[in-house]
């Protein structure tokens, strides 16, 4: 299977620096040093912009800690799927422009000195869309975490499932699920953290399914697109529908956490949710 | 390199086109209308589905209603049947014979309460030692607010998870259209048949097109490109058994379709029957764990490294320690505010 | 603690024999000897009329198959509850009303030759109300069937808790929700049928968690009484209000089945439901 | 002849009126003014619940909220303390300050999804081994229509059973008004404390007074008869531990009411916690198995013989074989169409 793959450059070669971002939400020119610093979240709005998997896991975990696991994984063609480009082309320019090799990272890290499994999703990687290389990361990862005893953290943002590898994306809901269930029957908890956007097939996985579920402020999380919806039942959408606040009050979201919040948050509810008794395959924890 | 499951997926792209010429109104010659005809074939109004089915092959049947939660989504049917004496419970998405049923079945997609009744009949079926039976027909899930509201996206990740485990055998038989995440909810099994016209996608062939062609108008390459007949999904290893139709198709016969569906149902729960239930739980976790085509590369992580955190204390200490630690820019953030690929799954 | 019981009289004695029956619902005169063929449902427009514990019990199981169970507890007075009249007095003149000794009755049978254990609530017992006696009888008949691996059926028709007993009526709640937990754990059926009227804390209880919950028609099954209801709230009430129509609708009762069938459609559930590996504390089925 | 728990019963009515005079307004010579000045002060709307009660005994508290089904029902209150260092999940309903606030959390009366989303929360305790705490004060499951549609007994039946097999410690506190079955579905625990004005009942006095004296003026009689205080609940062993408050009330002292509460609580646990998880389970089993006294008769069972089945065939047969059988006359069918008493429970 022919395949390039990128060289590993630094992303400051691919990208001309701007100074100035413009926030979509209230239209303010922020400063990018000044974004960065506040989390890149907009200091006027309070307008979460969406973070790549290194920010992303920067944010979260102690300095130094992650370690990353089956960095090797990456996309095939199954299908021979063309559309207005192959398949293969549209992953290779995402890989050029992520330095990801696919929508997912996932390793072990510290949060607050407490091990764990993490999962980050790149929204920036073909829509964070959902194919075998992300189910399969993530059934690693819930493996993983069963394997050493530790919580497992899944941070999504995604667009749902990878059309361009079929039904072998669709699949992927019960390969990650599947792998969910024994974590949960071992007893190993599991956090899911919903940032903008969470839609689709993952959402209908494990995006959802979190021993606890927690979601950045105004994050779109929903199952069917809002054109989907809207254009075949013919309805008017109820406001803030298929945001975070909305999924909140329908009881599927425990709570909405702003960034600056969200690795204490997450260090807090993982200390409640550390079983008294050793659990896992192994009580081993480092 | 590894390169697992690509083989299945090559002989996909090679092999099956030969079965295309007993669709009707389809030249061989042409892939495109072939495929297309099949879709058609699969959404024929007239198709049968597990009322219908049952009516063939279940010498009993009684329905079961309600999720115990909201209400009875009658785009689900539920219940206890038996099939040449094997007492089984069997699930599927029902559509109606004319407007009037069609309205109270939603056209055949389930709200949230559907799943959630198939659930709790599966779990019901797991705690009597049943075998469970699905007929997989539908478009999707219901996608109204409604339906988003009350959590369509929850009961599907929960019933795909719980028959990831359910520790009772699973026959699956897509009998039409196997809408995506709609489908799949009830179409996690030991073994998964799919009648010959059938058809089995991610996301239906509009919205593949309109998503990457930007127009309907090329549903018919989409459904191509996402090899959704019966044969190439078995050529994917996602389907495991073609039953072929009589005549002009399932909707021209439905009790000659029911005997073939009724004699491979049965083959397959007898064999499943003679499997202890731990092997078989193992053996459909195996069966999922190993779908998906991934190559797996050797060498360095390739993730750029990990920044210190963002705090502001952390960052002011980053920018005093400068030299000491790469600190890659983030990656511009306007190109991550995009409107995401909303009609996936 | 001094309670006289009643002589266990023919009821012909009690209640002068009257000829005609008028139906609540449409009105006609019925001859009582129809109505009686006609299983107590009204011919003219199928009103089904409640029925004493051994009219049920008669309907639904095989001739002379019934063995009671526990015949012999009695309601105490724990609380040393009067209303306008003493507790003690209202039972004693239950038990003369009906030729009961409370509100249930349970043993073993056999409907269509599968044998099982069956506990009927008869409303002429004060309200079919549940105190200690009914919950211990409920509790009983679990752990009967859980014992000998055989189903349970439970037809209910009450109106709740019984007020004189206080918090300890409440407690029977518990009492049969933990022996239908353990009924449950071992894989033994149990089957709920609801009769007219099922309501306050029987229905919030075991009458609702049926592995499979049958009703007759058009039956009142409901959590708060439609006046608390109405009145705290001042809502107006939807139609077939806490009807077993209402019920089905809203996802409650998996079948809403006439009299006349209720035999047959409960023995056919029964077989289905029969366990392919035996089950409960011994597999002996008679 | 066996007469169980009659002794509670006995002890009840005749023990502990002494305590009476510790409520304000209400001499102790008249015992129904006592029992109804109780009934206010277990109602003031002052008095701590769960929200104002974590805020003195909890060092730490993290809100989960959700029923993952429907809604997020802020009549319940759900999620982690820590309770001087011992990690708990704790569950309890609330009212609101103000109106605004009783509007949002529905004057403290769940609906379905308020249960449900305790049971959620109570099935993780058990999956992570931390011990439950509840905090019971509601008037009752919120009445309405909506209520019913979603299924309220359900959901009380549900979490009444969960509880009762939950593998994990659980202690309940009545800290106000435990108002029936809206109060047990998250009122089954291995130990059950009150506070001192706290009340217990199957129905509420008004509803109580209504049905049997047809008047609500006699609710202050009804509750006497009831005996629904604190020490009345202990002595039928309904409740195991009565903690005595402070000053005027708990509504008076938050916090010195939090503080004996906290010490409590952190016994129990402690003892709890040194009892092996089966252990538990089985004393909890027992502890509900035996509430509720009845006798037990010796001799021929009184249950009238039971007739011939009434199928019109069978019936006939059994008209012609008379004599043979004796068939007892139904009761008059017109006596069992009296409308029921409906506010039970
Ligand atoms: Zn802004
Ligand atoms: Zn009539």
């Not at chain 1, 940032?195 to 494990?206: E, K, R």
């Not at chain 2, 083959?267 to 459909?284: N, S, T, W």
């Amino acid at each position: 299977m022919p395949m390039k793959f990128p060289s590993f450059r630094s992303r400051r070669e691919d990208y001309p620096e701007k100074m100035w971002t413009r926030c979509p939400s209230c239209e303010e020119q922020l400063f990018n040093k000044q974004l960065e610093k506040a989390m890149n979240v907009c200091p006027s709005c309070g307008h979460h912009f969406r973070l790549s998997a290194t920010m992303r896991l920067s944010q979260l975990l102690d300095d130094g800690s992650f370690v990353e696991r089956d960095p090797g994984l990456v996309s095939v063609d199954p299908l021979g799927f063309v559309d207005q480009k192959p398949y293969p082309d549209r992953v290779a320019a995402a890989q050029l422009a992520t330095g990801l090799r696919d929508a997912a990272v996932w390793g072990t890290g510290r949060i607050e000195g407490m091990r764990i499994a993490i999962l980050v999703m790149d929204f920036g990687f073909m829509g964070g869309s959902m194919g075998a290389v992300v189910g399969e990361k993530v059934a690693r990862a819930a493996e993983g975490a069963l394997e050493e005893g530790i919580p497992l953290v899944i941070v999504s943002a995604s667009g749902g499932a990878r059309m361009q590898e079929g039904t072998l994306a669709l699949m992927q809901l019960v390969k990650t699920m599947a792998a969910l269930e024994r974590l949960r029957a071992a007893r190993v908890p599991y956090v899911s953290v919903m940032s903008d956007p969470t839609t689709g097939g993952v959402f209908a996985s494990y995006a959802a399914m979190g021993d606890v579920n927690l979601a950045e402020p105004n994050a779109l999380i929903g199952f069917a697109g809002a054109r989907v919806g809207a254009g075949t039942i013919g309805q008017e959408l109820p406001p803030g529908f298929q945001r975070s606040e909305f999924l909140y009050r329908h009881g599927f979201v425990d709570r909405i956490v702003q960034r600056a919040d969200l690795r204490q948050e997450l260090a807090q509810v993982l200390r409640f949710l550390a079983p008294t008794q050793p659990w896992g395959k192994e009580a081993a924890r480092g | 390199m590894v390169d697992r499951i690509l083989g299945r997926g090559r002989e996909a792209r090679e092999g099956h086109e030969g079965r295309g010429d007993q669709a009707p109104d389809a030249p061989a010659a042409d892939p495109k209308a072939a495929v297309w005809a099949r879709v058609q074939l699969a959404r024929n109004l007239r198709r049968p589905r597990i009322l219908e089915l049952l009516a063939v092959i279940a010498d009993e049947f009684v329905e079961l209603h309600g999720d115990r939660l909201f209400g009875d989504d009658e785009a689900v049917v539920a219940g206890f049947a038996r099939i040449e004496g094997r007492r089984v419970v069997v699930v599927g998405q029902q559509k109606g014979a004319d407007t009037e049923e069609n309205v109270r079945r939603s056209f055949g997609m389930p709200h949230p309460e559907g799943y959630r009744k198939a659930m709790r009949v599966m779990e019901l079926a797991e705690r009597c030692g049943l075998p469970v039976v699905t007929f997989v027909d539908v478009p999707g899930a219901h996608p109204g607010p409604e339906s988003e509201e009350r959590g369509i996206a929850e009961a599907i990740a929960r019933s795909v998870g719980l028959m990831s485990r359910l520790r009772t055998p699973i026959v699956t038989v897509i009998t039409g259209e196997g809408g995506s995440g709609g489908a799949l909810a009830i179409a996690v099994g030991d073994v998964v048949l799919a009648l010959e016209n059938a058809v089995y996608s991610v996301i239906s062939p509009e919205g593949c097109a309109s998503i990457l062609w930007r127009t309907t108008d090329e549903a018919p390459t989409a459904a191509l490109a996402m090899r959704m007949t019966a044969d190439d999904q078995r050529a994917l290893g996602v389907v495991d058994l073609v039953i072929a139709e009589p005549g002009e198709g399932a909707h021209a016969d439905h009790a000659e379709t029911g005997r073939r569906l009724k004699t491979a149902i049965t083959e397959q729960l007898d064999r499943l029957a003679a499997i202890p239930v731990e092997v078989l739980v193992e053996q459909r976790y195996r069966r999922y764990r190993s779908l998906g085509a991934y190559a797996e590369l050797a060498g360095p992580a390739p993730t750029p490294p990990v920044p210190p955190r963002g705090g502001l204390a952390d960052r002011l200490r980053g920018l005093i320690e400068a030299g000491q630690r790469a600190i890659p820019a983030p990656l511009p953030v306007g190109r991550r505010d995009e409107p995401p690929a909303r009609e996936d799954v």
